[in-house]
């Protein structure tokens, strides 16, 4: 059982037995030579993140690039009507999309089923939200079997506006995230910083999950979510080969190779295909410009940028 960035209740990594509580991570039993373990993934990555605001570069940690498939999600937040996402639909399923990219899209719940039903196959159905565990008494939650009902494949975790606007923490967020991996869910697991944060070198602790198959990292500078100012590829390269060098040092390097990291925060058809030459950024989370289907279909073709790239 390998160990992840999302949250559960305990998991074995190179032989020592963990326990998750949120996004935090504490180790029962710990050797010498792993004792900087304990330390969450973004206290580790507070240093990178200060270089990276800085001219300085960052130091000590060698780009790895992933290996994983090209992934783009396109996150739809509390957005559309019926005619507006029939039109979204018929857009995406008459795009042009390059084949080796993993395309996920996050409608509303209340739309789910009709864009389940005649989007095409090629383009899989995410959840922006789901319950902590089985269905019952509690109104106005969705549950993971409910969401599985309906086709959907991934669940959208640790949004900032679920954060900061809903009030969700940590320790919720883990729980929710942990049910919905044991129920074979995905889990689009996002990470990020306020701007002051950023600025103060701060940022969030991140997730812990049993299992790296059905996890992708987002990383989403709040700062950046729906502002128009966007992370600089290089700032963004920073944080994502700080977060794989995480993973290889506490996890694995097959996991932090395999793992895809992904870039949020006012992406468009504008600035993706220089986003997407950095060879640890391996994807996008996409909020606004994922509701006009040509944009959209750019940002996920901009795979092409990065093959040039390499």
């Known amino acids: ?11 074995a990594v ?11 991570r504490s180790f029962l039993k710990l050797d010498s030579s792993n004792s900087n373990s304990t330390q969450s993934l973004f206290q580790n990555v507070d240093s990178h ?18 290996a994983g498939k090209f992934f783009v999600g396109g996150n739809w937040k509390c957005n559309g009507t019926k005619d507006s996402i029939s039109k979204l639909i018929s857009d995406l399923n008459s795009a042009t999309l390059e ?11 209340v739309y ?10 090629r383009i899989e159905i995410a959840a922006q939200n789901c319950w902590t565990g089985k269905g019952g008494a509690f109104t106005g939650e969705i549950s993971v079997e409910q969401l599985k009902d309906l086709g959907c494949k991934w669940v959208v975790l640790g949004h900032s506006e679920r954060r900061h606007v809903i009030g969700e ?16 869910l995905g889990v689009i697991a996002c990470i990020g910083e306020l701007l002051e944060e950023r600025e103060a070198g701060k940022t969030f602790d991140v997730y812990a999950v ?33 977060v794989r060098d995480w993973l290889s040092k506490n996890v694995s390097a097959e996991v932090a190779s395999k793992t895809r990291i992904i870039y949020g925060g006012s992406v468009n058809g504008g600035n993706c295909a220089e986003l997407a030459k950095k060879e640890d950024i391996d994807g ?27």
């Open 112 to 121: 789910i089923d009709q864009v389940k039903n005649s989007l095409s196959d």
């Open 49 to 66: 993140l200060r270089l990276a605001s800085s001219s300085k570069g960052c130091l000590g940690v060698v780009a790895m690039a992933g």
């Open 1 to 11: 059982m390998a160990v992840v960035s999302t949250s559960l209740a305990g998991a």
């Open 169 to 184: 923490d940590d320790q919720f967020i883990g729980k929710k995230a942990a049910y919905a991996l044991s129920e074979g």
């Open 284 to 310: 996008f989370l996409v909020g606004g410009a994922s509701l006009k289907g040509p944009e959209f279909a750019t940002i996920i073709n901009s795979v092409t940028s990065k093959k040039v790239a390499a």
């Open 99 to 109: 084949s080796d990219v993993d395309v996920v899209v996050a409608p509303p719940f």
């Open 14 to 24: 190179s032989g020592h037995l963990t326990q998750f509580s949120g996004l935090r």
């Open 210 to 242: 049993p299992s790296w198959d059905n996890i992708v990292v987002a990383y989403e500078p709040v700062w950046a979510i729906g502002t128009g100012k966007v992370a600089s590829p290089e700032q963004a390269q920073e944080v994502h080969v700080a």
